[in-house]
């Protein structure tokens, strides 16, 4: 694989959908061995969710890249028994499943830190293992609407907006990442022993939402929604239409970048006016701003307004779409979108491994496996010496 810096870490992955594989797929994609493991019948949910091309679930192929895929039974005798396999020499444990399930199976953590006292078990559901939620299912929308940040997002004479992508998964899935590595380094530089990692989906997303609890604990403030102004931060911030119909984000949140837009628009003396002399003054007068700033925006090509911004060193930039991301030439220098080759699909354009690491960069090495099982055989019969007359004995059985 060359010098990736998660060689040698084995990740067995229980889970499904995005927040707990997004922890494993990151792992793989810095190098770690990571066994997917699906039920023979139900599989990943993931496989049946967003687009398809033939059949092929393309969502999966992200989420679910670097990894190997086998299927198993959890709730049978014979497949815990195989799980217990797997789990003997692994690294990290990542599940979704509710609370109390794997313990109703008999393969909770005590189990499974008895056979492996150096396993980094994270156990991810909707409310955490503990609280009075815990049992509740948990998906991200619930998270993304209790944890605040629908309240905050829309217009002020709107309904709360939920995200349009599985966000409170995606935050989950990378706090959840750098707790496992956490882990990892006390496991391996001072304790010698694993722990488990109790990830709610709700918190994280709720942990970025910036000062709202001292807000309210000292100011009794609850923040309200504001479209996409953020008043606490600054003005002018907002999105504004060009003449040619495409939109712009600008943000000013700073003397010395009021003092650029405001000549940017050929109104420098502005910056003088009490209106507008500070964020706070600005901050009060915010329609006055807009109306200004956007005003100026409007009379002007998307091109244009961007060249004067640019010039005068003004942080703006275009709302994009996937498409313009795809054509754009900093996304381009940067190969923040890298070709994979497919076995099912040919090359197929994906998000590369982020962040860049400068001596030990990670790698895609193959796409998520359309065929549930596909590395069965080489997990079960060449890692864990399974025969193949039993391999097949067991899939007859619905066992793998």
């Not at 049946?48 to 039974?73: E, F, H, Q």
């Not at 993304?144 to 998964?169: H, K, R, V, Y």
């Not at 956490?182 to 709720?206: N, T, W």
Request: aromatic share 8%; proline share 7%.
């Amino acid at each position: 694989m060359g010098n990736l810096p998660l060689e040698g870490l084995k990740v067995v992955d229980i889970a499904v959908l995005f927040a707990s594989p997004t922890i494993s797929q990151n792992m793989g994609d810095f190098g770690a061995e990571v066994i997917k493991v699906e039920h023979p019948k139900l599989g990943d949910s993931l496989r049946s969710l967003g687009a398809a091309k033939n059949g092929i679930p393309l969502w999966w192929k992200i989420t679910n890249r670097n990894k190997k895929c086998v299927t198993l039974d959890l709730s049978k005798p014979e497949g815990q028994e195989i799980f217990k396999q797997l789990i003997a020499d692994a690294d990290v444990l990542t599940e979704n499943f509710r609370p109390g399930t794997l313990e109703k199976w008999g393969i909770g953590w005590d189990v499974l830190h008895a056979i492996n006292p150096r396993l980094v078990f994270v156990r991810v559901s909707g409310f955490g293992q503990t609280g009075p939620y815990k049992d509740k299912p948990g998906f991200g929308t619930l998270a993304e609407a209790m944890s605040g940040f629908a309240f905050i997002t829309g217009q002020p004479d709107g309904p709360p907006t939920l995200p349009g992508t599985g966000l409170a998964d995606a935050v989950a899935g990378q706090l959840g990442t750098w707790s496992v590595m956490f882990a990892l380094y006390e496991r391996d530089h001072k304790s010698g022993v694993g722990q488990y990692i109790d990830l709610s989906v709700l918190e994280p997303l709720f942990t970025i939402l910036g000062d709202q609890t001292i807000a309210y604990d000292q100011l009794g403030l609850v923040q309200q929604r504001t479209g996409n102004r953020v008043p606490s931060i600054g003005a002018p911030r907002n999105i504004y239409r060009t003449k040619d119909g495409r939109w712009l984000a600008l943000s000013a949140n700073s003397p010395a970048i009021a003092t650029r837009v405001f000549a940017a628009i050929g109104q420098p003396e502005l910056i003088n006016d009490p209106r507008f002399k500070d964020n706070r003054a600005r901050i009060a007068h915010i329609d006055e701003v807009d109306a200004i700033v956007g005003g100026w925006i409007g009379t002007q090509t998307a091109e244009a307004a961007l060249k004067k911004f640019d010039e005068y060193e003004c942080a703006c930039a275009p709302v994009y779409s996937i498409a313009d991301i795809e054509a754009d030439p900093h996304f381009q220098a940067r190969e923040t979108i890298t070709t994979v080759q497919d076995p099912d699909l040919g090359p197929i354009r994906m998000q590369n491994v982020i962040p860049k690491l400068s001596r030990t960069p990670g790698k895609i090495r193959w796409p998520g496996p359309t065929r549930m099982g596909a590395h069965n055989e080489e997990i079960y019969g060449g890692k864990l010496g399974i025969a193949r007359e039993r391999i097949a004995e067991l899939k007859e059985k619905g066992i793998i």
